[in-house]
């Protein structure tokens, strides 16, 4: 396979850098991306050669900065998109659609894509080590995949995570420090051990590469809907990676001719106790500012995103909006999204849809045109969030009289 990445550049002073473990400009501090030659791509590349290939992130192998076979993530990525049309009816949509990365493998989150590229990348680089930052799912799907390929691995988690996500981490036997501060603690002392260490970090020193695995998500969501584009598409912020690597593919398909068409609108959804990037959108701020997390929406609680200035460019040139929710919204909307659609996602996810629901209802995003909520979590890994609000379970004894007078003291349930 043909190599197409040329190696980095800065994403403000344009400068170039070599292909290595770097992520900060050394002349302006700006963060550095991957560049592509987008016209060998686009000579070497067509929608019936993808269609052909597994179903992982690796279909878009071309547009991802890997320079020899992949490593892991085999079976990351190509997550359903779910054509939610009891949702929609409820909301008086025409065409609304789930990104599911619930589902994703092997950790169930969003994340497996970005891992499954900082992983191959690791290893091409030579680390021995491979680690993260976490809020708890980038950490599952680093132990996980570390298990994988037989890498020593180091995740750093603030203390206080959901039960359910700490052991998600620990069952891959990594080194699991949990810091006695929140994320954005968690970030800075990363960034100074990557600095002394030999280490690979998936979100700091290999944080160039590892944002590219996010594009698949955009990727896909173009070919499941028939190599066509939404109209809207809603993402959640937390670092800033996912949201500007959903606008970067819709643009890198236009570049390489494989879509033609005007992309989507880009929307952010953050919970209203992290919101950084909504009130930067709302006050009109170049870069977000710095705010103390607080919400049960844990695995978006960073308050000072990494990407925030890039999510605020996406969403701006995209005509996109944002909007925050309250932890009560979010959990009516995790609710929500499992009896209306039978999907079961973490506050994250919660946030997305009901900061979707917000913008339909503002306007900003109209009843009859096409959408995307990309749902990025596992309800399972926080399940004790929603104990207080799942339905309770019904004790009965053997005997089908009880069953029968059971049935007879129900109100009769109508189907919607
Ligand atoms: C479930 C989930 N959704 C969304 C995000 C948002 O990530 P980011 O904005 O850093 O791409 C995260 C991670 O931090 C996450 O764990
Ligand atoms: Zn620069």
Redesign the pocket.
Known sequence: MTNYFTGLQCHLCQAKFPARALFVCDRCLGPLEVVYDYAAIRAGISRDEIERRPRNIWRYRELLPISGPPRTGFHSGFTPLVRSDRLARKWGLSELYIKD?SVNHPTF???DR?VSVAATRAVELGFNVFACA?????ANSVAAHSARLGLECYVFIPQGLEAAKVLGSAIYRPHVLAIAGNYDDVNRLCTQIADKHPWGFA?INLRAYYAEG?KTCGFEIAEQLGWRFPQHVV?????????PRIGRAFRELLDVGLIQGEPPRIHAAQAAGSAPVIRALEQGLEYPEPVKPQTIAK??A?GN???GFQ?LQTVRATGGWGAMVSDEQILDAVQLLAEMEGIFT?P??GA?LAATRVLIERGAIPRDESIVVCI??NGYKTAEVMQERAVRTVNLGRSLQEFEQFLADQEPKTLA
Do not use: C, R
């Open positions: 990365d989150s969003y994340k970005v976490s809020t708890g799912n980038l979100n996010a993402s959640p912020v937390a670092g800033g990676t996912l949201l695995s978006i960073i995103p990494a990407d999510v973490e994250a996810g997305t990025t979590g």
